[in-house]
């Protein structure tokens, strides 16, 4: 057995419904998917740190990514690694016809480059179902939301004014609200990517950039944390033994010594 086969046999037994991983098996391709970013992450400060175990370790947990999606498709019998493999082949020799056909040799990567987007322009255009909207996958899901939004503003779909979208917020508000009562996980789930999307539209509306809002946000949290746990420190206080009360409280305090 390869140790490739024996990785898609380890993976098919942590997802055993009998004697798996409680945790494996509860998993989703929704639940999963944003590991795939972060292990793409951790293996690009790898690459840059040119750490080469810290590489081929990454690699596995990128890989490890691609196991599990296959896994559970393979149960639901969507497609199995099989087909994964198969289709980025196919792709890789469709989109180099001057290796693998007669097509004239590229002179330079630049060239190479150029044929590559070209291929890659008229496999769009074949695919009928594409959306208009023209949107590189590869971004991360706020800044594609972003130029989802922009591509959809060019073409007249947008609200007139800021304040349209402030209702509609207020309405994604009330319906992420109404699907938590439900307790209904997946149309919370939903309801508040809705709530997201309105509100970037309206940072866009207001040319904000969410991206500098939410790192503004996170220094600004980071900053009044890290002064309420050296309040606490000085007061002798284990903030995990504190009720939410007493700690809103030297929230409070940390904030106003961030205004002084």
Not at 44 to 72: C, M, P, W, Y
Request: charged share 30%.
């Amino acid at each position: 057995m390869s140790g490739f086969e024996a990785l898609l046999k380890t993976m098919a037994m942590l997802r055993d419904k009998e004697a798996g991983c409680p945790w494996d098996i509860e998993q989703t391709h929704s639940s999963i998917a944003h590991h795939a970013v972060e292990e793409a992450y951790e293996l690009q400060a790898a690459i840059a740190s040119r750490n080469i175990t810290n590489i081929k370790e990454e690699l596995g947990d990128l890989l490890l990514q691609v196991i599990f999606h296959s896994q559970i498709a393979k149960e639901d019998n969507s497609f199995t690694i099989e087909d994964v493999i198969d289709a980025i082949n196919t792709k890789l020799i469709r989109r180099h016809p001057y290796v693998f056909g007669n097509s004239e040799y590229p002179k330079s990567a630049e060239e190479q480059t150029a044929l590559w987007n070209k291929i890659k322009n008229e496999e769009k255009r074949d695919n009928s179902t594409k959306a208009t909207i023209d949107v590189a996958d590869s971004m991360p899901p706020l800044l594609k939301s972003v130029e989802i939004q922009k591509n959809a503003t060019k073409k007249s779909f947008d609200w007139d004014k800021p304040e349209q979208i402030l209702d509609k917020i207020q309405e994604e508000l009330n319906e992420v609200k109404e699907a938590f009562q439900n307790g209904d996980r997946q149309h919370i789930s939903e309801e508040i990517g809705d709530t997201f999307f309105s509100l970037i539209n309206f940072c866009n509306k207001l040319k904000i950039n969410p991206e500098n809002a939410i790192a503004e946000a996170n220094a600004k949290f980071v900053k009044r944390f890290e002064i309420m746990e050296k309040i606490s420190k000085t007061r002798n206080l284990d903030m995990a033994q504190m009720d939410l009360e007493a700690l809103n409280k030297i929230w409070e305090e940390a904030k106003n010594e961030l205004a002084d």
